[in-house]
Structures are given as structure tokens and as C-alpha cells.
């Protein structure tokens, strides 16, 4: 009798771990499909001649060093990020 109680303990603990590794699964496919239409985003831009967005410093103080500050960038990721966080992790 005891070990039919503890088959079914096991069960349901087992059943818990798979709903969580498969909404982890759904998660890793959803943020694959996210960078997957950035990246061809950028090739399209890349395509049409933006290589720069507004905002960005280019610094290029000799022929061997240059240095390029996307700042514009930093800031769309930084609210675009802002956004998705407290979306998700509203309380």
C-alpha cells in the first residue's frame, strides 16, 4: 500500500516537471522566432543602404583605430526591453 502512495507522489511531481519543460520549450521557440525576424530585419535595412542609424557616433581618430557608439540603439533596446519586462513580469 505504501508503495502505490509513492508511485503516485512520483507521478504527479512528474507531471509538473514536464508542463514546466514544455512552457520552457514554448518560451525558447518564441524568443528563437523573435531574434530570427530581427535578424532578417537587418538584412532588409542592410539591403536598402542603412548601415547607421540617427544617433550613432562614429569616431575614427586614425587610419587603424575606429571607433562607432550606436546610441540611438542602446536607447529603442533599452525601452523596447523596459516594455517586454514589465509585461512579463507584471505583479
Known sequence: ?????RRDRLGARSGVYSRSMETAGKLLLAAALVLAALGIGAL??????VD????TIHWK????VSVTV???L???ISIVGTI?????FRR
Not at 44 to 49: K, M, N
Open 61 to 64: 581618430p586614425s587610419d587603424n
Open 44 to 49: 532588409v535595412l542592410a539591403r536598402l543602404g
Open 52 to 55: 547607421r542609424l540617427p544617433g
Open 74 to 76: 542602446m536607447v529603442i
Open 84 to 88: 517586454v519586462l514589465n509585461v512579463f
Open 1 to 5: 500500500m505504501a508503495d502505490r502512495s
Open 70 to 72: 550606436p546610441v540611438l
